[in-house]
């Protein structure tokens, strides 16, 4: 292994210590009693039972009766509306058929919302996006309550939908799971062109007709959107982590490949539960060396800054505790190896022709970057994600992959990187900590020294920018008030299209901001997720227009040269929308989200660190401030979860 990386990796263990144990002690208990007991649907009652199988068909019935079969929960993402989720209609059946010639029974335990921040992009109900991750855990956790199953069956892929059904699962650790993914769709209008026409409308030099013709074009069909967002992102981390079979990620949906792949998750799933002969128990699986491996991953793909938030908040449902240190640490030896959009031209289809997951695992793996030693799905050792899959006279199989990548201008060995590091950068300084995603902003825009515009709602900079009031000038933009405890951290990707506008102009131009941009992001420089945020009482509340701000991506700091002395002097500006005001789009039912919010460093979420739950406020909920929109109404600083130092 790379010194740093094992370093790394035995400093998470050992911060971790405590409540991984805790986790663990708990998890191993429900397993012992899992193995000992047969199917959970044995010990229910007789009306108990009796509901969870009235529903069934009768070639179901016997099976779900009896104390023999393994039952396996699928927990599903499927709605007609999302191109991602979509092709989930099939899988139901598909995996039942599977499940039950493996000699196991499945049914369908229950949905999770799975809503497209693409369609939310500057609109309220982008607002519920990152809170939506919690719930999409609850749901999954509401799914798994019934006691009727011996391991689950994932169907998600996009952005927090991911996530959430981790952390889900998490909670039900000592049950095996695998995600089945769906696949991208195939490549339409290339992405570069899709930006090109983004900024074009935002001149005023297309109408709506040719904007739409060409999102139209580029979102064409079933299957993920091809850039590398956080979707893409998601599934390249959960290939990774030995949850997806080996190599089924950026399969595209509805053929035979991808079929032939669905079936043998569900024959997996029964193999791997309690009752089978490779008992895998997701609580076990996703370790320390799991979570390090997922950041290598990130760093070496240009992944989406999403995943600073939700690596943080999986790991913790783990009984992980992971900071952004560790991922400012390990971002400094992990190469960049890939240039998918919007950090290159190619989509992941191209990557997936380069050689992929499999090329790219490989790489890692030589070069000591990824820990080999991990439970993954498909059986002991990470070194079983070299091979790719095919279909061999209608049998599926895996083939080893010894050749390298097949496009060096998609996909890099180790030893030839497109960059010495990795794609994200952590920032700090006197205006807090923040993630910059650098991967895909060129080398001259790395740094920037400029006044500040502070706006504390992104319509009103989208507004300056119509007015022209940002023309012929080189600012820092502020945008604040957008972190979780003021109105759910939103992405402000809709913002990247004008500001890319004045950046081509050779103004120089960046954002500050504790709110997110979305993982398609990053021409334009940028230090999001600031934290402390405005609405906790960050030092970014003291920023005033024409302040100057020193952004320095390659030296990983965000200075505001304003002098100490001066700032002590200044109380906060501006506020979050008080909860009166936050409504609108449903979003008056998550105020509550909004109180209990942890920091973005923590993971942006309700939940504490499995393991290490705060006795004053019951399992898993380590944030809540008193009353009020936001920690800052409380008086006092937001409590740290136990065992998370901050």
Known sequence: MHPVIQRITDRIAERSAASRAAYLARIRRDAAAARAKGPARAHLGCANLAHG?????????????????????????????????????????????????????????????AMCDGITQGRAGME?????????????????????FDASLLLGVCDKIVPGLLIGALHFGHLPAIFVPAGPMTSGLPNKVKARTRQLFAEGKVGRDELLDAEAKSYHSPGT??????????????????LHLPGSTFVNPHTELRHALTAAAGRRAVEITAHGAAYTPIGELVDEKAIVNACVALLATGGSTNHTLHLVAMAAAA???????????????????????????????????????????????????????????AGPGLDRYRSAPELRDGELVWEPITVGSADLDVLRPVADPFAADGGIHVLSGNLGTAVSKVSAVKPEHLVIEAPAKVFDDQLDLLRAFEAGELDGQDFVAVIRYQGPSANGMPEL????????????????????????MSGASGKV????????????????????????????????????????????????????????????????LFAAFRRMAGHAEQGAGIFGVSGAESPQHGPGLAFPA??????????????????VPR
């Open 319 to 377: 009984g992980i505790v992971l900071t952004w240190d560790d991922l400012s640490h390990l971002s400094k030896v992990v190469p960049s190896l890939t240039r998918i959009y919007p950090n290159g031209q190619a989509d992941v289809n191209h990557f997936r022709d380069a050689g992929g997951m499999q090329v790219l695992i490989g790489e890692l793996l030589d070069a000591g970057l990824l820990h080999a030693d991990v439970m993954t799905v």
């Open 493 to 516: 990707h809709k913002l990247t299209p004008p500001l890319a506008v004045l950046l081509d102009r050779g103004q120089r131009v960046a954002i500050v901001t504790d709110g997110r």
């Open 626 to 643: 008193e009353s009020g929109a936001s920690h800052l109404e409380t008086g006092r600083p937001l409590p740290a979860p136990a065992g």
């Open 128 to 148: 519920l996006s990152l809170y939506s991750r919690d719930v999409i855990a609850m749901a999954t956790a509401i799914a798994l309550s019934h006691d009727m």
């Open 525 to 588: 420089p940028a230090a999001i997720h600031l934290s402390p945020e405005a609405a906790d009482g960050g030092p970014i509340a003291l920023v005033r227009d024409g302040d100057v701000i020193r952004l320095d991506s390659a030296a990983s700091t965000l200075e505001l040269l304003v002098p100490a002395e001066e700032l002590d002097r200044r109380t906060p500006a501006g506020r979050p929308l008080s909860d009166a005001e936050w409504v609108g789009t449903g979003r008056e």
């Open 225 to 242: 959107c091809t850039f590398y967002g956080t979707a893409n992102s998601n599934q390249a981390l959960m290939e990774v982590m030995g």
């Open 53 to 113: 199988f009235a529903a069934a068909p009768d070639s179901d019935k016997p099976a779900l009766r009896g104390t023999a079969k393994p039952g396996v929960a699928i927990v599903t993402s499927y709605n007609d509306m999302l191109s991602a989720h979509q092709p989930y209609e099939t899988y139901p059946p598909e995996l039942k058929a599977a499940v039950r010639a493996a000699g196991g029974v499945a049914q369908v335990a229950g949905g999770v919302p």
